[in-house]
């Protein structure tokens, strides 16, 4: 059974930083691309970040230059390094596929940016 279970998340002032992390569990090809997605209250699940299998990365334009994000491929641990963050980035961060995989969103983890 594959599980993706997503850790980090805090309260942190804006400018600040965070590092989530994404643990992948279960029998799964190696060669997915993941993805980083978020949600703020009120909103729909945004997608934040992809990273495919050889390490390539794409950014939504509102976290572009702040988050980047990496895996380890032998730990089956993709994470999302977050600098400089605003308040407009307070939400629960969900790892998933990309593209995701509804079966597969787990409880996410909470990100709070105080001004």
């Known amino acids: 059974q594959v599980q993706l279970v997503e850790s980090g998340g805090g309260l942190v002032q804006a400018g600040g930083t965070l590092r989530l992390s994404c643990v992948v569990s279960?029998?799964?090809?190696?060669?997915?691309?993941l993805g980083w997605y978020r949600q703020a209250p009120g909103r729909q699940r945004e997608w934040v970040a992809t990273?495919?299998?050889?390490?390539?990365?794409s950014y939504a334009d509102s976290v572009k230059g702040r988050f980047t994000s990496s895996r380890d491929n032998a730990r089956s641990t993709m994470y999302l390094q977050m600098n400089n963050l605003k308040v407009d980035d307070t939400a629960v961060y969900y790892c998933?596929?990309?593209?995701?995989?509804?079966?597969?969103w787990g409880q996410g983890t909470q990100v709070t940016v105080s001004s």
């Open positions: 998933n596929f990309r593209p995701a995989v509804p079966a597969y």
């Open positions: 279960g029998s799964i090809p190696r060669l997915n691309a």
């Open positions: 990273i495919t299998s050889t390490g390539s990365t």
